[in-house]
T-cell receptor, first 117, second 115 residues
Framework: GAVVSQHPSRVICKSGTSVKIECRSLDFQATTMFWYRQFPKKSLMLMAT?????????EQGVEKDKFLINHASLTLSTLTVTSAHPEDSSFYIC?????????????FGPGTRLTVT | GEDVEQSLFLSVREGDSSVINCTYT??????LYWYKQEPGAGLQLLTYIFSNMDMKQDQRLTVLLNKKDKHLSLRIADTQTGDSAIYFC???????????????FGQGTILTVHP
């Protein structure tokens, strides 16, 4: 299957600083990527849809000024957590849609564990 | 809106079959997915089925879809200890508009395989 990578896999930052997480589709182009957040032992919560060449679409309740998303190219989307606080500590996972004739698949990155101290 | 429900826990003995169930509410044309998540890792796509299909088989995995009852199941044959993980079913609406590609996940089923 297609491969999606994330970097970094783990990050610890101090409260008030900003952190950037990268999501890359390694062997395919993705015009649409998604960012999810997962709390311990919980399901995934969609935060936003990242569209190449246009603004991201945020889900209700997600602060767009706090979670900045940039889809710089067909293989890269970034999520920047600005002015991070301990409550932002979570597991962030991105995904990318792979489309081909007769297939429509969504592949996930390995996730980024963010800890804000 | 869409809603996806799963049972939370399943425990089986190694070598037995596992059946994980899922129900969904949206009746639009959809893709239905099964993902596996091991501790501290991302989600691994196991298989998926389009809503006009009844069954899909891929090696040890069999997906059954009852569209009338909006019920989806994943059967893992000859379950191994390495299959222990959380399994998520997810639904995606096909088509344009703001819902394109969005996945609605179930709560996840924790599968425990014991010797």
């Amino acid at each position: 299957g297609a491969v999606v990578s994330q970097h970094p896999s783990r990050v610890i930052c101090k409260s008030g600083t900003s952190v950037k997480i990268e999501c890359r589709s390694l062997d395919f182009q993705a015009t649409t990527m998604f960012w999810y957040r997962q709390f311990p032992k919980k399901s995934l919560m969609l935060m936003a849809t990242s569209n190449e060449g246009s603004k991201a679409t945020y889900e209700q309740g997600v602060e767009k000024d706090k979670f900045l998303i940039n889809h710089a190219s067909l293989t890269l989307s970034t999520l920047t957590v600005t002015s991070a606080h301990p409550e932002d500590s979570s597991f962030y996972i991105c995904s990318a849609i792979y489309t081909a004739e007769y297939s429509y698949e969504q592949y996930f990155g390995p996730g980024t564990r963010l800890t804000v101290t | 809106g869409e809603d996806v429900e799963q049972s939370l826990f399943l425990s089986v003995r190694e070598g037995d079959s596992s059946v994980i169930n899922c129900t969904y509410t949206d009746s639009s044309s959809t893709y239905l997915y099964w993902y596996k998540q091991e501790p501290g890792a991302g989600l691994q796509l196991l298989t998926y089925i389009f809503s006009n299909m009844d069954m899909k088989q891929d090696q040890r995995l069999t997906v059954l879809l009852n569209k009338k009852d909006k019920h989806l199941s994943l059967r893992i044959a000859d379950t191994q200890t390495g299959d222990s993980a959380i399994y998520f079913c997810a639904e995606s609406i096909v088509g344009g508009g703001t819902s394109y590609g969005k996945l609605t996940f179930g709560q996840g089923t924790i599968l425990t395989v014991h010797p």
